[in-house]
């Protein structure tokens, strides 16, 4: 829940948590008991959704550290038998399991094709999987 500041008449400054949908409704100061209304604060210096701030390095989500320039990252990398992706080698992979994923439904395909012709399990699994020594 995010931390909101408002200030009463007489200047006295409060600091409450709420909900977003409640931050513009009025506030009574426990002071004065004068209304209170919201001011615009900076923001808090908090890290952001995954950790990335300047002032403790930088976070990376793969090795779930915090790393304070390139070589410690590499240092670690190295520790854990890591190593950085080349060009083009996410791409390929993907491209490799998208063929195989393609040729597992063609296979299934076939197989279900044959068993329902010839109603035998094992003329569905020749055909579809010939072995290539015989």
Known sequence: ???YSYRCR???VIEE???FDRRMEELSCGICQQPATIVVTMPAK???QWGDT???GFYDRGLGITYRDKNHRESVMADRGLRPLE???VEAEQSRVSREH???NKNVETFKRVLEDTGSSAMAMAQTFPDPEV
Do not use: I, N, V, Y
């Open 1 to 3: 829940m995010p931390l």
């Open 10 to 12: 007489s200047g006295h």
């Open 17 to 19: 948590l709420r909900k």
């Open 46 to 48: 908090t890290a952001w």
């Open 54 to 56: 300047k002032w403790d």
């Open 87 to 89: 060009d083009g080698e």
């Open 102 to 104: 393609e040729q597992h």
